[in-house]
Structures are given as structure tokens and as C-alpha cells.
């Protein structure tokens, strides 16, 4: 398993822009480890917009059970979580 540190990018993930530069990076680590831990360790806050361009734009490359089952998150606050949680289920819901 290798660790994808988001706390590299900053404390506060807010942009869309961000969200993709990020999501970029990401890419090829899925494409190569069977597994990734994603860390939030550090990271304040994570809007919806950064969420949704970083990881639930990854559901249009792959079905949920395969990014769940491929990744794991560790460091999220309930702040940075509740962003995350619902960029995911969002996109999950207009890709079903």
C-alpha cells in the first residue's frame, strides 16, 4: 500500500483547480498500487468543490465498489469527512 499525503497541497483544500492538479497526481498511483491510502492527516478543511474534482470525479474512471475497495482514508476530520462524503455521494447519484 502506498500513502498519498493530501497535507502536501495545504491545510484548507478549497478550489476546483486545486482538486484537479491533485486528482492528477492521484491517477497514476490507483493505476499502479493495488491499494492507496488517502491522508488527510493535517487538512483543516475540504469543500465540496475540491472533494467532488479530486475523488468523486475518480467514479467516472471506475465504479464505487472498485475505488472503495482500492482505497482507504485515514486522517479526516469530521469537517474534511462531511466534504467528502457528500462530493461522493453526489456524483455517485448522477452517475447511477
Do not use: W
Amino acid at each position: 500500500m502506498v500513502t498519498f499525503s493530501f497535507r502536501e497541497y495545504g491545510e484548507n483544500l478549497g478550489t476546483r483547480r486545486l482538486g484537479k492538479r491533485v486528482r492528477e497526481q492521484l491517477i497514476p498511483l490507483l493505476e499502479q498500487d493495488e491499494r492507496v491510502e488517502l491522508d488527510f492527516t493535517g487538512v483543516n478543511v475540504v469543500s465540496n468543490s475540491f472533494a467532488d474534482e479530486c475523488i468523486a470525479k475518480l467514479l467516472l474512471t471506475m465504479p464505487l465498489s472498485e475505488l472503495k475497495s482500492r482505497t482507504t482514508f485515514r486522517g479526516l476530520n469530521p469537517i474534511a469527512s462531511e466534504g467528502v462524503l457528500t462530493a461522493l455521494q453526489r456524483r455517485h447519484f448522477t452517475i447511477v
